[in-house]
């Protein structure tokens, strides 16, 4: 909440540069040497992915005998064979588990928490501070905490092990995240705007719809993105949750990794496969990626 | 950069109350309007109240109860599954690698945040940077893991950490070693061991080429360069040449460099004179060493210690000491760009005024750092504090694909041992739910701090 509110620009992007005394600093240290240090570092992060990417390119065999790197003298041993011996596996499946898992939860969290933040914001209702602190206090619930409980009930209704079971779990546990960054927005919204169309006798339901939903955008935009990325790249809810039919890729990749050194091929492709989504979703849309994370720091 | 979390307000009055017809008479936020009735209210959250009711509240209060009770659930134990989680040796194991992780990753991350997010502000390429760094974040935490699974490999012709690590180690001393090697001894032999090191048995003159056989080198030691060896050619120069005697299936000649006989690449070689050290030179891939400008004189050549050394593999990163480091390692790898990006979008909100006002004063540029930048920072340091404790105890996906499941034991923390006991073989979900609810007091407090933050600024 402090930086949401104390934060400027909520940018990757460094906007034009700004002379201050840490600049100066960096000038005195010399910009030829934070420039070298700066590069090795950005190596640093980018190698250990660059590995995965190139290892996945490459046949078991190669792989067992000499590292990744070595690529770069001899480039002509790229191939999609893991990936071809990954979709004949029965990958396929488990890629679109993922989807039916992240895609309807996403919907369900922005809709159901759009309402609850909206209630929150411009609703009086007796209760209604206490019930929101109450949801700032669930934001950092360990998940860990409804797994046995749940795991239980499920059993009891018949849900364990499917789809919806993973997720209505999702959507749960994404709830205080969720209406504590739309409620924070909403708030924001000219109370002109609301009373006008009161005034004119719109519904509620009208209101929600026609000013708070599209006044709204950027949060959810945010919200959604950042809801759906964590969703996707779940592990733990799905290894419980989902039986094998109806596993995400995670779980699957994960069933794996016991013989990490025989599976490399199946591994490698399977996890730069899932991330390959999340990656561009995260560079098309890292403005309101950084936004959300900015937001909701308090998690 | 229009739209914006943290200043709505503004914006969207400059879009929306040009057109409204309220005119300039805003309501104040705290003053409420003609709204609906609660019962509409209740409408609105209901659906939220019972997923959060039925998912999140109730869970809680059924774990207390449930960690009550023993593995089968109708057995009531009192506080006995909590005992264990304090006196099991394993467990104990657990909890100190819980503790390890809170002490050590919030710091090392909100610190290389801060680092970053200074080095950053004035270099063109910044956005670069930040995108590279903060681009973990959006990877799933599995592929997280495979990604470092593959890093820590311990051969260093596979995994990447290895393979700088013993470059690095190769640059500053001999690549090549021979465990187990020793020279072929005997009457006729020229060479003895010594102390670890192999040395000529009488000094020898410059211009007199020096043969030292060796043996018992293990055939998947061997280098794949070595090349037939070669007796040195007579010269000037102190030279010789250190070969692998031994003639595969048999025949040769001991002590003699026969035709199929390899050289030894890469062993370093001493000329000694009266104890020390006159020349060093390493051997070709035929195994032929040459001392150039050497003063005329008799030596004893020696082929020092560091020869017959295994040769540096690197780190083993996924044993059990180094595993729980290791892990760390790749936490941060994940989470640094978070930090960055915060502390970046905090140092971009200090005044600048302040900052100058400071430097009129007369303040150093570290003085104006540490006493006006880092406090006027604490607040978004803080977060990101905060946040990587929430985060560290919470760790579960790194520690579970990363770990090996040999090592899984040394590397354990809460998280994981929970699932553990509960799911993945333990069975036991009294000591599962002790284990959860043991999670929620360790986040407890930081739930309070929430809460009274958000109070304390929403008022």
């Known amino acids: ?299 | 950069m229009t739209e914006r979390l943290d200043g709505p307000q503004a914006p969207l009055e400059d879009d929306t109350s040009g057109g409204s017809a309220s005119g300039p008479d805003e309501t104040p936020r705290k003053q409420r309007l003609i709204g609906p009735s609660p019962t509409v209210a209740l409408v609105f959250l209901l659906p939220a109240a019972v997923l959060l009711g039925i998912w999140v509240v109730y869970p809680i209060v059924y774990s207390i109860f449930r960690s009550l009770f023993d593995a089968a659930g109708s057995g009531f134990v009192g506080l006995g599954n909590y005992m264990t989680i304090f006196t099991d040796p394993s467990m104990l194991t657990t909890i100190r690698n819980n503790l390890i992780w809170v002490v050590v990753a919030p710091i090392i991350v909100t610190t290389l945040g801060l680092i970053f997010a200074v080095l950053t502000e004035r270099i063109k390429w910044a956005t670069a940077f930040k995108l590279i760094v903060f681009m973990p974040m959006a990877v799933s935490l599995m592929a997280a893991g495979v990604i470092f699974r593959l890093v820590y490999d311990e051969d260093p012709d596979k995994g990447v950490a290895n393979a700088v690590l013993t470059t690095i180690h190769d640059t500053f001393s001999s690549s090549q070693g021979y465990p187990e090697a020793r020279p072929r001894e005997g009457d006729q032999s020229a060479v003895a061991a010594d102390k670890g090191a192999v040395v000529t048995k009488q000094p020898v003159q410059v211009g007199q080429p020096v043969l030292i056989p060796i043996v018992g080198i293990k055939p998947q030691i061997m280098p794949s360069d070595a090349q037939p060896a070669k007796a040195a050619p007579p010269g000037n120069d102190l030279s010789g040449t250190v070969w692998f005697d031994f003639t595969a299936g048999g025949g040769g000649k001991n002590g003699a460099v026969d035709a199929s006989e390899k050289g030894l690449p890469g062993m370093t070689v001493e000329a000694v004179k009266d104890g020390t050290v006159a020349g060093t030179a390493t051997t070709a891939d035929d195994g032929t060493f040459r001392f150039d400008g050497l003063p005329a004189g008799s030596y004893v050549v020696r082929l020092p210690q560091s020869n017959f050394q295994a040769a540096y593999h690197g780190l083993t990163w996924l044993g059990p000491t180094l595993i729980t480091p290791a892990i760390i390692g790749a936490f941060i790898w994940v989470w640094a760009g978070f930090a960055m990006v915060l502390i970046a979008a905090g140092l971009a909100a200090i005044p600048r005024d302040s900052l100058e006002a400071a430097r009129i004063d007369g303040a150093t540029e570290w003085q104006v750092f540490r006493r006006i930048t880092v406090p006027l920072l604490s607040p978004v340091l803080l977060v990101v504090f905060v946040t990587m404790i929430i985060n560290t105890l919470k760790v579960f996906d790194l520690v579970f694909i990363i770990a090996p499941p040999s090592v899984q034991p040394q590397s354990n923390v809460v998280a994981l041992e929970m699932w553990r006991v509960s799911f993945g073989g333990g069975n036991n979900q009294g000591l599962g739910s002790a284990l959860a609810i043991f999670l929620l007091i360790l986040v407890l407090p930081f739930m309070i701090m929430n809460i009274r933050r958000f109070r304390r600024e929403d008022t």
Do not use: C
């Open chain 1, 1 to 299: 909440m402090t930086t949401a509110t104390a934060a400027a620009p909520a940018e990757v992007h460094a906007g034009a540069p700004r002379r201050t005394v840490i600049t100066r600093i960096v000038d005195r240290l010399g910009g030829g040497a934070v420039q070298v240090a700066l590069v090795l570092l950005g190596l640093f992060w980018l190698v250990p992915t660059l590995g995965l990417m190139v290892v996945s390119l490459r046949s078991v065999k190669v792989n067992s005998a000499e590292g990744w790197w070595t690529i770069f003298t001899k480039p002509a041993e790229l191939t999609i064979e893991n990936y071809r011996n990954l979709l004949a596996s029965g990958f396929t499946s488990s890629f679109w588990n993922t989807v039916f898992i992240t895609v309807p939860t996403t919907i369900l969290v922005i809709g159901i928490a759009a309402m609850a933040a909206y209630a929150f914001a411009w609703m009086d209702f007796p209760g209604r501070d206490l019930g929101f602190l109450i949801v700032v206090g669930l934001l950092i619930v360990p998940i860990q905490i409804a797994l046995i409980p749940v795991a239980s009930f499920y059993g009891g209704v018949g849900i364990f092990g499917t789809i919806p079971g993973v997720v209505l779990f999702h959507v749960a546990f994404g709830l205080p995240f969720a209406i504590f960054l739309l409620r924070n927005f909403f708030v924001g919204i000219p109370a002109s705007l609301l009373e006008a169309a009161r005034m004119d006798g719109a519904s509620e339901v009208k209101i929600f719809v026609r000013v708070v939903f599209p006044l709204g955008k950027p949060a959810i935009a945010s919200l959604g993105i950042f809801q759906f990325l964590w969703v996707w790249n779940d592990m733990l809810i799905a290894l419980v949750f989902a039986n094998p039919e109806n596993q995400p890729m995670t779980k699957a990749l994960q069933s794996q990794m016991r013989q990490f050194g025989s599976n490399v091929d199946i591994l490698s492709s399977g996890a730069f496969l899932s991330l390959i989504i999340p990656l561009v979703l995260f560079f098309a849309f890292q403005r309101y990626f950084v936004q959300g994370m900015m937001a909701g720091s308090v998690k």
